[in-house]
């Protein structure tokens, strides 16, 4: 079996009206920046499906799909994908692409493929992904709700439907001047106690002072969960001192096994949000979990695709026990697959079908399909 030739679809799909922002707190942009969808295909007819992060240049996912033309997707080492890195074209994903091929630098687009090889695989030997990457450990994995920055009514609607379609909690964008007494409350107000709440300024908690002030603050509130990069992640030494002085547990959402180890020498966070590929992801966590801590997969808010392949990949990793932001389904127009994937009592479920498990919506990918 040989791969003959890749389908590249450059697509923008939007975001729904009322999942992201507050209109006070101004429309999200990020939705429509474009990202591409790739299809394998071989010799044999079977194909694997991929999906990039954000921004990233069409040159890079030619370049990576020519590297993989000609070659035997089940003789490719899995573990480090011979991709040539093309034009510097960067993404728009939070990733540092280094570490993968001792030089330093990986195509942006290596993720993509990374997905649509296992796909493939998984399709010629009749094997799930999670099975390539080690095994599945679990059936489900939990997932929390996620809003962008909200006022308290919005934020409260959104909790409110969030407990309803039996999510545990959720993620909420925020920044250190919103109303947050007033939000919180509301949000306890209309989910109740139990229901958990991750808060994730991207840094705009800005110092130490800032954000353990909010933190005591808040204290009162039983809901609070996590605190996710409040402040430059740069400063590790700013994260001990605020681990030191809150009781709530810390994160730091990283995408590089350096960054990772760098901040467990530094004792800068008690848990981890973990992006970058499958693989990458399964080995930064056993990272973690060596340092004694617990782990969520990260997001761009993607699509179909790339949250079937987080899936598998948390589905493979013991101390993946923390929600995860696999949360396109309900803030995207579409997910561009023909069955997104189910959730159950605050948990998506683990698909054990060959591959990925889910099959491209054509319609869908024509309809969304930009220049």
Partial sequence: MRITECDIWTVVVPARAGTVNSEEYGPATWDHVPKHIIRLQTDEGLYGIGETGRGVGRGAVEAAAASLVGLDPRRICLQDL????????????????????????INPAYDAFEIAVFDLVGRAVGLPVHALLGGKVRD???????????SP????????EAK??????????????????????????AAGPDFTLTLDPNERFYRPVEAIGLARRLARFPTIAMYEDPVPKWNLDWYRQ????IDVPLALHLGSPRDVVNAIKAEACDHFNLGGGMVEFVRMASMAAAYGSNVWHGSGVDLGIAEHAYLHACAATRNCVLPSDLVGSWVREHMLVQAPMTFTDGHAMVPDLSGLGCELDLDAIRHYEVP
């Fill in 82 to 105: 011979p991709i040539a890195i093309g034009r510097a074209e960067g993404a728009a994903t939070g990733r540092s692409h280094e570490g993968l091929h001792g030089n330093g630098r």
């Fill in 140 to 150: 489900r994995v939990a997932v929390d709700y996620w809003i962008g920055q909200m």
């Fill in 153 to 160: 009514s919005d934020a409260a609607r959104a909790a409110g």
């Fill in 164 to 189: 309803a379609r039996g999510f545990h909690g959720l993620k909420m964008k925020c920044a250190i001047d919103d109303p947050w007494e007033a939000r919180v409350q509301a949000i306890l107000d």
């Fill in 242 to 245: 605020i681990r030191a002085a």
